[in-house]
């Protein structure tokens, strides 16, 4: 399931929908990204999210695809808000289920690293009286670029 | 200021994110003549019309590109439908 809204992220559904009866699923891992109140050492009142309609869901379609490509998934569940968020709000849930944890584990760290480089999302911090494009990382791409072909052949089961 | 009347069969362009503060609006449609087929001609093409799409960005970045949403570099074609975007690097996810 792959979902960009500008409601809030339901963490109870997701897990529900992830699991959606099945009984051969063993293992369930889940991410919950959230808006700090500080970043960079400089407060934060509000984060926007911006987005670029219908290529975020493909794109974040694509990673989903790789993703089960790459490992032995039974079911993923991908959710990214947009829109005006608060510290302390929900700003990205990644779930995934596999009969056994190396699986899971690593396919969510994998959706996780990926979506950061690769989805159409841009953000706007503001504070303490200013507002300031968010920068993409150099640490961002290092963590994304972990996931090599190589690397993600150790960790299938 | 309109760069073309607006048609189905132009070329849309869309701007996001810091990108379309620097342009000033956030798409238009336009008809660029026959010699500009690719991505790097039609930055050039809208430089040259007052669309300066790297002003936004300095030296740190570069600017990204989506033909039909899906990335390209800047040496891929275009075509006179084309749904052209330009954006800084993309920062979604979570801040960690």
Known sequence: MIRVQREDIDVAGALAALVDGRQDTGALALFVGLVRDMAEGRPVDALTLEHYPGMTEKVLGAIDAEARRRWPLNATVIIHRYGRLMPGDRIVLVAVGAAHRDAAFDACRFLVDTLKTEAPLWKLEEGAGERRWVAARAADDAAAGRWSTAATVRSRR | ?96
């Open chain 2, 1 to 96: 200021m309109p760069l073309a009347m607006p048609a189905d069969d132009a070329m849309r362009i869309l701007y996001f994110a810091s990108v379309r503060e620097a342009v000033g609006c956030d798409g238009e449609e336009v008809t660029p003549p026959a010699d500009v087929a690719t991505v790097a001609q039609l930055i050039g093409w809208l430089r040259g019309h007052g669309r300066d799409l790297e002003a936004a960005l300095g030296e740190a970045a570069h600017i990204r590109v989506a033909v039909n949403q899906v990335v390209v570099d800047l040496d891929h074609p275009v075509t006179a439908t084309d749904e052209v975007a330009f954006f800084p690097p993309v920062t979604g996810g979570a801040a960690g």
